[in-house]
């Protein structure tokens, strides 16, 4: 935090720090902090506020890795599951790519900036719905890639946001400023920090084949149907981040973190550290994705296959 005023506070400054990569530099970390809660809130009905929802991903899903000077050198980021009534099981990861900030333990505080990208595909769990079966080996005997696992996945932009031609997101102390946040959803009694980052969702990118980039859009608006529009372009996905105290680094199990989580949430196991809380709005009472919006889901597979059924 002192090596440069800039990176101090009220307005960290962090653009003279180069953007690494985030599985670059494990060899330099010494210390961390888990993050034991993390809170997330995202309007359900983009543009009403009254329609915010708040959930709590899976206990320690994400971390920041740093030096003993506070050098800021790996973040990971969070994975979750959504089910859809058509497809199945979908993951979700938050991907970081790049990154760079500081900590600093004595004031508890931390500013750091990260690249990332939304990833989207179906958990095994799915191989085995019949939909999902008969489109993949469609896929397969036309030679189009089928997101069937991570590596294969559905790629989406995340910008920053409150200025989507950033490329970097901000990660800052303390709570968001930007909406009311429920007693359920604080853990100032139990946390040892917490930062906050938001994200301005944008859209899918294209693979250039265009039964590919239908499928796609078919499946994300699926998702967003389940998931109260989590990833519907222009909506904000806000999360607080609620950390316990630091803890030395065990660089190899850094590296295994997040292979153990990929691995769980792929063999549909859940949570290794345990589950996270369902989505609920301020008043405590429980989303749930409306009927409509499942015949809407079913619908929208109908035209897709009308669109292009023959064509495969």
Excluded at 47 to 75: H, L, N, W
Excluded at 164 to 173: F, G, H, K, Q, T
Excluded at 179 to 190: G, Q, Y
Aim: aromatic fraction near 10%; hydrophobic fraction near 40%; include cysteine.
């Amino acid at each position: 935090m002192e090596s440069n005023p800039a990176f101090a506070y009220p307005n960290p400054d962090l653009s003279s720090l180069p953007m690494l990569g985030n599985m670059d530099n494990i060899g330099k970390l010494t210390r961390q902090q888990a993050v034991m809660w993390p809170q997330f809130s995202w309007q359900t009905i983009p543009g009403k506020e009254s329609s915010r929802c708040y959930q709590m991903f899976a206990p320690d899903i994400s971390r920041i890795g740093y030096t003993d000077t506070g050098r800021v050198y790996s973040i990971i980021c969070p994975q979750q599951g959504i089910y859809s009534r058509a497809f199945g099981a979908l993951n979700i990861e938050v991907t970081v790519t790049g990154n760079r900030g500081w900590v600093d333990e004595p004031s508890k505080t931390l500013a750091a900036d990260m690249t990332v990208e939304g990833n989207i595909w179906f958990s095994p769990s799915a191989h085995e719905n019949t939909l999902v079966k008969m489109l993949w080996a469609l896929f397969a005997d036309n030679g189009f890639p089928f997101p069937s696992s991570k590596k294969k996945a559905i790629k989406v932009n995340l910008l920053n946001a409150d200025n989507p031609l950033l490329e970097s997101l901000p990660v800052r102390s303390g709570v968001s400023n930007k909406f009311k946040i429920p007693d359920f959803a604080r853990h100032d009694n139990e946390a040892y920090a917490v930062s906050n980052v938001a994200v301005r969702i944008g859209k899918i990118r294209k693979t250039g084949h265009a039964v590919v980039d239908d499928f796609n859009q078919l499946v994300m608006d699926a998702f967003n149907l389940g998931s109260g529009n989590l990833l519907t372009p222009g909506n904000i996905l806000t999360w607080n981040v609620w950390s316990v105290a630091p803890a030395l680094v065990d660089q190899c199990e850094w590296h295994d973190h997040a292979h153990r989580w990929r691995k769980s949430i792929d063999t549909g196991h859940g949570s290794p550290d345990g589950p996270g809380v369902p989505p609920k709005y301020y008043d405590g009472t429980p989303f749930h994705a409306a009927e409509a919006a499942v015949e809407a889901e079913i619908e929208k597979i109908v035209a897709f296959l009308k669109k292009h059924l023959l064509h495969l």
